[in-house]
């Protein structure tokens, strides 16, 4: 069973640039999250969702993030215009059933951001 | 509000030693709890979880959690560690929707 994929694996760009990160979930999972880690942290939540509507999007900065998950499959977050403590890795994740944390969330390998 | 604590932030042991990876929490009920690995450049994979009953837990790779309701803690423990088990762990409370990362214990597998 192929695991969740990610796309790129890293990306340098200046500030006020734009960025797109691309996520692949496990086939068939309705759950799909987006996570930042940054440096020395652990994940924290961005963006749920459950197939293609959003279900916690409460810690995702608005004002310059923003995701979607096309026909509740692949997904893409954005983010524009990037700022320098935008720097970390953002992990997608997702889980079989329709939410819940009883379920096991399957992690992609992340896309590490640079600002400079 | 939650919130967890990992309070060892780096740990070295021996290979073959035993270890024991410390978690508290805050949550306003008790919460589903998990453990995750985080070895370099992968993904995190689960270790194990506990939803409810026995409290001792048993997970992949030889690891155990033990769940102490009176201590609001969910220790991770290995009899006998190897040296790939060199990584990050980051234990995670979980709700209705969601998991709340702890910060993390490096662990670093000296020969």
């Known amino acids: 069973e192929a695991g969740v994929a990610q796309s790129p694996r890293y990306k340098i760009i200046e500030k006020r640039q734009s960025v797109a990160f691309w996520c692949n979930p496990i086939?068939?999972?309705?759950?799909l999250y987006w996570y930042q880690q940054i440096l020395g942290q652990g994940p924290k939540l961005l963006i749920q969702?459950?197939?293609?509507?959003?279900?916690?999007d409460s810690q995702l900065p608005k004002d310059r993030f923003s995701a979607e998950r096309l026909k509740g499959v692949d997904s893409t977050l954005k983010i524009q215009p990037a700022k320098l403590e935008d720097s970390a890795v953002y992990l997608c994740?997702?889980?079989?059933?329709?939410?819940?944390?009883?379920?096991?969330?399957?992690f992609g390998p992340g896309t590490r951001l640079t600002v400079l | 509000a939650q919130s967890v604590t990992q309070p060892d932030i780096h740990i070295t042991v021996s290979e073959g030693a035993s270890l024991e990876l410390r978690c508290n929490y805050s949550?306003?009920?008790?919460?589903?709890l998990f453990w995750y690995v985080q070895s370099p450049g992968q993904g995190l994979q689960l270790l194990l979880k506990?939803?409810?009953?026995?409290?001792l837990v048993q997970g992949i790779k030889g690891f155990e959690a033990e769940f102490k309701r009176s201590q609001s803690s969910f220790n991770l423990r290995k009899p006998s560690v190897h040296w790939s088990d060199a990584a990050e762990y980051f234990c995670?409370?979980?709700?209705?929707?969601?998991?709340?990362f702890g910060t993390g214990t490096r662990l670093t597998v000296i020969p």
């Open positions: 969702f459950q197939n293609n509507g959003v279900v916690d």
């Open positions: 506990y939803f409810s009953g026995d409290t």
């Open positions: 994740a997702s889980s079989l059933v329709a939410g819940g944390s009883t379920d096991t969330q399957y």
């Open positions: 995670a409370p979980g709700g209705a929707n969601n998991l709340f």
């Open positions: 086939s068939g999972h309705a759950t």
């Open positions: 949550y306003g009920a008790t919460p589903y």
